[in-house]
């Protein structure tokens, strides 16, 4: 069931999980299922059991409705407790930029200086800052460099959040 990807988002989180299918998991606190046991093979949120499509969509990753899917379980909160689902850079090879540069989708989002009021995710019609390029939590689609109207709030701290430094070469002096 491995997934081959160009970068670390979503498909390749529930992927891992999904090759070990009867490992037991509960619905955690926020849930409406709260406490009730089940095998990864079974989560289920919006009514879809977690699984993944040919072109590496996820279905069952999280219904916010009632905070069940594979977001929904303490399987998830552990992930999340440990540091998310991070790969080390330099992993997805095939996902380098023109410019050589690593992890420009996929595996952390890229917190921004730039303010935004945010038109989509949680921070919806809020101003935070900007974050680009995806993560492990985020969809394939919502893996790229551009801005998706994604943000998060300078004072928070977020799992699948970091930041890059980055430096212009400077001219040769003679």
Not at 134 to 145: A, F, L
Request: charged content about 20%; hydrophobic content about 30%; aromatic content about 10%.
């Amino acid at each position: 069931m491995t997934t081959k990807a160009r970068f670390n988002y979503n498909g390749v989180c529930a992927a891992h999980f999904l090759e070990q299918p009867d490992t037991m998991t509960t619905y955690g606190e926020r849930s409406t299922r709260k406490g009730e046991p089940v095998a990864v093979k079974d989560i289920s949120g919006g009514g879809r059991t977690l699984s993944i499509s040919r072109d590496g969509g996820v279905t069952g990753w999280i219904d916010h409705t009632n905070n069940t899917g594979f977001v929904g379980t303490t399987l998830y909160h552990d992930l999340v407790a440990e540091g998310g689902f991070t790969t080390p850079v330099g992993t997805y090879e095939d996902g380098k930029s023109w410019c050589g540069a690593y992890d420009m989708a996929g595996n952390a989002y890229e917190w921004t200086t730039t303010l935004i009021t945010a038109t989509n995710g949680a921070e919806r019609g809020k101003q935070v800052n900007e974050v680009r390029g995806g993560s492990w939590y985020s969809t394939s689609r919502s893996c790229v460099s551009a801005s998706t109207g994604e943000g998060r709030a300078a004072s928070g701290a977020y799992h699948s959040v970091g930041f890059r430094v980055g430096m212009l070469p400077t001219a040769k002096r003679p």
